[in-house]
Each structure stands twice: as structure tokens, then as C-alpha cells.
């Protein structure tokens, strides 16, 4: 039987699990993994349902709760769920910030390039800062994080960031990873773990009508899905977001990676493109040794606000709570 390119994506991804470590895969090996649609109550809670799973023989839960979009993973054993479907999810939770960001992205899917949420609304002068962690064979930029803590560590500790993440970058950066997980332990960092597909393919030869999520026969299915459950074999629970590679997507794509349940996230503020950050702006850098400009001008950025950081008039947000407070009513 010939290879086509899906079966190449689904042995690159068993290699990847193999490769984290046969300790990491033996205490959080994943099975049965499934979308699932649903309400629980948690928490004293209504918690939308997004994704079940066994690990370790044991069934678990991944959900949202609406009002601050807040991930968990939770066991699902007792716990009565209630299957439903998106009409009747919409409805239920229509006025919550995860429904109505989710719609507004979906409405914003017209361009090909920068759909979704592209802007948050703090309450102070402040800004979202993701990352993406597009494959790459260079090390992680540690000074962006290093910088980061620095800059905040007297005015804002843990220090968020959303990371948006890619299946093949884990693969090829397990000890930036670690570094990075003891980074959040020690309380230094607070991460948002964005889906930003499994393979992010890119041919620099093809317009981006033909490239990135929109080249033929990609399976979206799984550059999504591949990219939770390595989240999840780490014990990092994925977000509720979703970045498309290169910011090229179409109203089709919208749809299909809303209907995971997935939030797409754009940015008004990609600095190695020259756009300036402003007050509410999601700022786009790229952490993977890529884009050296972008990092040099977010650290310039860093250093110009250095006075408002210390007077607590110039913030980082969290990329959960910048969506919250847009679509709070």
C-alpha cells in the first residue's frame, strides 16, 4: 500500500511519543481519545464538554467553563454528562464570553489572513503577548521569558503568556519544554497552551491560497487533534484557543476548527511586520529562533516601558482574561 502524506503525519506523530521518553509515555499514555459535546456540572458549575479520554484505565473529561474560559481536565467517572450539540450549546450559553467570542470569530472569517480575535480589552494599558512555536531546529529565544520575568518580577508574577504551540516543535525540543514546565512550577510563568497544529506545514514556493492549513489534503482533523493529545501526554491541558499557521485560514477552516470548540486567535500586533502594539493589542512574536527582529523589538518594547512596568500602568494580560473582559457583558 502506497504512503500518502496523512499516513507520513500519523507515523510522524507515534515517533513523537516515542521520542518524549518511554517515563513520560508510561504514566500518561492516552487512549480512546474522542470529541465529545456536552454539559457537566462541576464545581457548582455548568462546564462545557469538549474532548473524553483514558489514561491509566481511567476516563476523564477536558472542559471549558464559559465564563472565564478556563480549561480543565477532570475525571469523569460520576459525573453526569449531558450530550448535546452546538445549536443547543450556543443557546444554552449564548450571553458567556466563550460563546460570543467563539461566534464573533466565526463572523470574522472573511479575510484569509488574520480571522479571529485579533484584539482583547484589558482594563489598564496593557497587552496579550503569544508566542508561536512554529518547527524549527533552533533552540528556544530564553531570553524573551527571561526578559519577561525580569521586567515583571516586582509587578507581576506569575507572568502570563500564551504559547502557541506546535506538535513537531515538542518533538524536537523536549529540554526547552522541560525548561519551560519548571518555569510555571516555580511560579514564574503563567502559560495559555494555544493549538497551532501538529505539522504546520509551509511551502515558501505556494501562495498562502494553497499553503498552511489550506494545502490539499491536510488533514485538519488531525493537526488538531494530534497536537492535544501531546499537550495532554505531558499533563499540560491544551486551551481553548486555536492559531492558524501563518494566519491563512477561510470561512471553511473557521468552521471546522470552531466546531472543536476552539476559539481562533489572530493579532493586530505582529511586531516583526512593523505593527505597533497598542493598549488591548494580542502581540505576535515567534520564540522558535526564527524571527530575531520580533524579538529584539518586544524586548526594545519591554525596556521603553520599563517606568510604566514599575508603576503598574503598563501590564501583560492573560490571553483568557483579555477575551473575558472583550466579551463580558
Not at 454539559?39 to 472542559?63: A, E, M, Q, T
Not at 524549527?136 to 515583571?152: A, G, M, Q
Not at 514556493?205 to 493529545?229: M, Q, R, Y
Not at 500602568?313 to 473582559?325: G, H, I, K
Request: proline fraction near 5%; charged fraction near 20%; include cysteine.
Amino acid at each position: 500500500m502506497a504512503i500518502n502524506k496523512q499516513h507520513i503525519c500519523r507515523i510522524a506523530f507515534y515517533i513523537t511519543f516515542l521520542l518524549m521518553g518511554f517515563n513520560i509515555i508510561a504514566q500518561n499514555e492516552i487512549g480512546n481519545y474522542k470529541v465529545a459535546l456536552g454539559v457537566v456540572d462541576y464545581n457548582n458549575h455548568s462546564n462545557i464538554v469538549l474532548r473524553k479520554f483514558i489514561k491509566k484505565g481511567n476516563p476523564f473529561f477536558v472542559i471549558v467553563n464559559p465564563d472565564n474560559l478556563e480549561t480543565s481536565v477532570i475525571p469523569s467517572e460520576g459525573i453526569t454528562f449531558e450530550p448535546s450539540d452546538w445549536p443547543q450549546i450556543t443557546e444554552k450559553f449564548k450571553k458567556t464570553p466563550y460563546i460570543q467570542s467563539l461566534e464573533t470569530a466565526k463572523k470574522q472569517s472573511l479575510s484569509t489572513e488574520d480571522s479571529g480575535i485579533v484584539h482583547g480589552y484589558p482594563k489598564e494599558h496593557s497587552i496579550t503577548l503569544t508566542i508561536d512555536l512554529c518547527p524549527s531546529h533552533k533552540p528556544l529565544d530564553r531570553v524573551i521569558f527571561s526578559s519577561l520575568i525580569n521586567e515583571f518580577k516586582k509587578t507581576e508574577k506569575p507572568v502570563p503568556v500564551g504559547l502557541s504551540i506546535t506538535g513537531r516543535f515538542m518533538l524536537t525540543h523536549q529540554d526547552d519544554l522541560l525548561w519551560l514546565e519548571g518555569l510555571v512550577k516555580s511560579g514564574d510563568i503563567n502559560i495559555t497552551w494555544i493549538n497551532h497544529t501538529y505539522n504546520h506545514h509551509f511551502n515558501p514556493k505556494k501562495p498562502v491560497t494553497d499553503n498552511f492549513l489550506l494545502a490539499p489534503n491536510t488533514d485538519v482533523s488531525f493537526e488538531i487533534i494530534g497536537t492535544e493529545i501531546a499537550l495532554l501526554q505531558r499533563g499540560l491541558v491544551f486551551s481553548a484557543f486555536f492559531r492558524f499557521p501563518g494566519l491563512v485560514s477561510s470561512p471553511k477552516l473557521i468552521d471546522q476548527v470552531a466546531a472543536f470548540g476552539l476559539i481562533p486567535i489572530g493579532s493586530d500586533a505582529w511586531l516583526a511586520k512593523g505593527q505597533q502594539a497598542q493598549s488591548g493589542s494580542i502581540v505576535l512574536i515567534h520564540g522558535n529562533g526564527n524571527e530575531p527582529v520580533g524579538v529584539k523589538d518586544f524586548i526594545n518594547l519591554l525596556h521603553t516601558e520599563n517606568d510604566a512596568v514599575m508603576k503598574k500602568q503598563w501590564l501583560l494580560y492573560d490571553l483568557r482574561e483579555s477575551v473575558e473582559n472583550e466579551f463580558q457583558e
